[in-house]
């Protein structure tokens, strides 16, 4: 905009009559300058739009407080049959109601975020999940023999805050569907954690 009314100037000065050169050059700097401010406002409008579109998307899909994908985006990937291989890793925290009680909501938080990088550590980040208050699934799409080894760092990992983990897992066999791996690893997931309750007894089950 501004080349061409640089331009309409230097020729209004070159080739226009006396008469209307005054009108010329007023119009050559007017015209420019709304031009100039109604598209720049809309160019801005437009891009909010774009940020606000990707806000929400990004707000529809990932947990705010762990940063990892959130129960949506949980059931979106379920609804995928052609996963093979893959590995489900379901985690509960225990103690997570206790601590709120004890030490606030806040110490709760840092309890579930520092969950959520150990899993983001082990796991693609894209393929962790929070599904719960306390409740986490990692999936694996790809064969793994040292899924073992992961376990019982993700295990060590958490024993270094004094957190305790319940997990469960499962692997995918073929004419499996992604929610019967899901249910498998929770499953084994609730029997580890009434065997740490029943080996805490002073501890109330949740």
Do not use: W
């Amino acid at each position: 905009i501004c080349f061409f009314a640089l331009l309409f100037l230097v020729f209004s000065f070159l080739f226009d009559d006396r008469d209307v050169l005054l009108f010329d050059c007023v119009n050559g700097i007017i015209f420019p300058l709304v031009s100039i401010i109604v598209s720049s406002y809309m160019m801005k409008v437009k891009y909010q739009n774009i940020y606000l579109k990707l806000k929400y998307q990004h707000l529809s899909e990932n947990d705010v407080l762990t940063d990892l994908r959130n129960r949506n985006s949980f059931e979106q990937i379920l609804e995928n049959k052609n996963y093979h291989p893959a590995y489900c890793i379901y985690i509960d925290i225990n103690g997570l109601h206790e601590l709120n009680n004890k030490e606030g909501h806040m110490a709760g938080d840092e309890m579930l975020k520092y969950v959520a990088r150990i899993l983001a550590e082990y796991f693609e980040k894209a393929h962790c999940f929070r599904v719960g208050g306390d409740e986490f699934v990692a999936f694996l799409f790809h064969d793994d023999d040292k899924l073992q080894e992961t376990i019982t760092a993700i295990h060590h990992q958490a024993a270094l805050k004094n957190y305790h983990l319940s997990l469960g897992y499962s692997k995918m066999t073929e004419n499996k569907e992604l929610k019967l791996l899901v249910k498998e690893a929770e499953s084994m997931m609730y029997e580890e954690k009434m065997r740490y309750y029943q080996n805490n007894t002073s501890r109330q089950v949740r």
